[in-house]
């Protein structure tokens, strides 16, 4: 009988959208790695928080505290705080016993590099270590902890993604020889074997952007105000099965292509001429007008106003394009002069990413994270 493991976190995407707001850092915001420090404290509360998840946490927190302008030693001090952690974290439990082993003898059995516990050691009984080897450690201590934990994810996710590209694969080849329920059959029961240790909320992400990356971003050669009907005869039916027998998978496909809809487009091509975009739009609206998808309806995810809401969340030419498509073409559940009054006062704060920069558009649409669930 499997045994029930309670954790702090709601699923492992709730979970991994916190690695992904630490990791890289280089790549990620402050106000990303803030988000994930403030979301890994309150799940301290509700407990059973693994020691290298809090590592990461205070070790980050230390990294954003180091600005240059902070009181004498507050610096040092965080840096001290977070080694410590991190090295008592995962050398304590090896010392239990009869006979107590030094933390020197327990770090060689784990692995972990005598250095750890020497500045754990200098911060803890002597003059406390120089910022230089503070900063150094704390950098060396994240990557510990992305190894010893963090990366077993991507590992898993890496292989299921394989795996899913290569069943798409099969299935396109089985359509085109007019066998598309094998294929069907198959990445089904991948999708059923798989919910057992992968929640189906992360696995239906993955699959939605496999599937619009061969959908949407891979048909390079099409041309802005061509229609998406190849697409639409090999990809429509498999959406449409996945959408029935899978909770998770509309919905998340409807986020994966209103994300397309925002991501930065080539520096020479305005946002409005982006095919990629355009498809995304047309897809979006397919999906949410078309008769053929009308027995899915709000109960499997096709719900207009969430989109015409994540639209105006995220302000630009082609998510403001899709929320006035929506409150023209499907009578909203709120009032359509609520929805048109707050489309006109996005169009005002619009914005477009182009290779990362910003338009000429004015001002930036605040961010909006997902509240923690309530347990």
Request: net charge negative; hydrophobic share 40%.
């Amino acid at each position: 009988m499997p045994r029930l493991r309670m954790t702090p976190w709601q699923d492992t995407a709730e979970l991994l959208e916190v690695r992904d707001k630490l990791y890289p850092e280089d790549k990620v915001s402050r106000e990303d790695r803030l988000w994930a420090i403030e979301v890994v404290t309150a799940w301290s509360v509700r407990g059973g928080v693994p020691h290298l998840v809090s590592s990461t946490a205070a070790l980050t927190a230390a990294i954003l505290n180091d600005t240059g302008d902070n009181i004498p030693y507050c610096a040092e001090f965080a840096y001290a705080g977070a080694i410590c952690l991190f090295v008592t974290g995962l050398v304590d439990p090896g010392r239990k016993g009869i006979y107590v082993k030094s933390m020197y003898d327990v770090a060689e059995e784990i692995g972990l590099r005598a250095s750890f516990v020497d500045v754990r050691h200098d911060a803890t009984h002597g003059p406390l270590p120089s910022l230089v080897v503070l900063r150094q450690a704390a950098q060396d201590a994240l990557k510990e902890c992305w190894t010893r934990y963090w990366q077993q994810f991507s590992l898993e996710e890496d292989k299921l993604r394989v795996r899913l590209r290569e069943l798409l694969r099969q299935y396109i080849r089985l359509h085109m020889g007019g066998r598309r329920d094998l294929a069907l059959l198959e990445v089904n029961a991948l999708l059923r074997g798989l919910a057992s240790h992968i929640p189906n909320r992360r696995e239906a992400d993955i699959l939605s952007g496999i599937l619009a990356e061969a959908a949407i971003t891979n048909p390079d050669d099409r041309e802005l105000g061509s229609s998406i009907d190849g697409s639409v005869a090999v990809f429509e039916y498999l959406m449409q099965v996945l959408g029935r027998h899978t909770r998770h998978f509309l919905p998340a496909l409807m986020d994966e292509h209103i994300r397309l809809l925002t991501m930065p487009s080539p520096p020479s091509q305005p946002p409005a001429l982006d095919a990629r975009r355009e498809a995304a739009f047309l897809w979006l609206v397919r999906l949410l007008t078309h008769e053929a998808w009308r027995p899915h309806g709000r109960y499997h995810g096709l719900d207009p106003d969430a989109v015409v809401a994540k639209c105006l969340g995220q302000p630009g030419t082609w998510t403001l394009r899709l929320a006035t498509s929506m409150t023209t073409s499907i009578p909203p559940a709120a009032s359509p002069k609520i929805w048109n009054d707050v489309i006109a006062m996005a169009h005002s704060g619009a914005v477009d990413i182009v290779s990362d920069t910003v338009s000429d558009d004015e001002g930036l649409p605040e961010r909006i994270g997902s509240p923690l669930p309530v347990q």
